[in-house]
């Protein structure tokens, strides 16, 4: 999608931190949007929000980083947007800071843990399907080391 290829583009040449600015980007380039848009976009893309050394955030792609580099993103994400967790049979509940799921959520997948089978976001929730009660457990722990 030539849109989807747009909002690489952009991301590659300069940091942008938030969707307004991103949508107001895009209709410099001819492709007017909306932020809900944006948003699935960067989902679908791989796309998350981290926090840079300044204490600031962007946007980056992370769909070529090795898996060591989504750790270590992961963490930082876990750090300063996961507010909670809980966990029940073979599902673990992550609470996020509003608008942050999907960031989350999209590591969480990129990791390829076989245990894991999938997850499902919200604005700020994300269900974390597990293959087994004991993986569960060890999934979980794996989280809240990462707080």
């Keep these: 999608m030539k849109r989807q290829q747009a909002l690489r583009a952009l991301l590659l040449e300069k940091s942008v931190s938030g969707q307004r600015e991103l949508v107001d980007a895009l209709a410099k380039k001819g492709f007017p949007t909306t932020q809900a848009t944006i948003s699935r ?13 300044l204490g600031k955030y962007r946007y980056e792609l992370i769909d070529n980083a090795s898996t060591e580099v989504i750790w270590k993103r992961l963490r930082v994400l876990f750090h ?61 722990n794996v989280f809240r080391r990462l707080l």
């Design 80 to 140: 300063n947007f996961v507010t909670d967790i809980k966990s029940t049979n073979n599902l673990v509940l992550v609470k996020t800071s509003p608008g942050n799921a999907n960031g989350v959520a999209s590591l969480i997948d990129r990791l390829a843990q076989p245990e894991i089978l999938g997850t499902v976001a919200g604005d700020d929730t994300i269900l974390v399907v597990v293959d087994s009660e004991r993986n569960r457990a060890k999934i979980e």
């Design 41 to 53: 976009d960067l989902q679908e893309m791989g796309i998350a929000k981290v926090r840079t050394s």
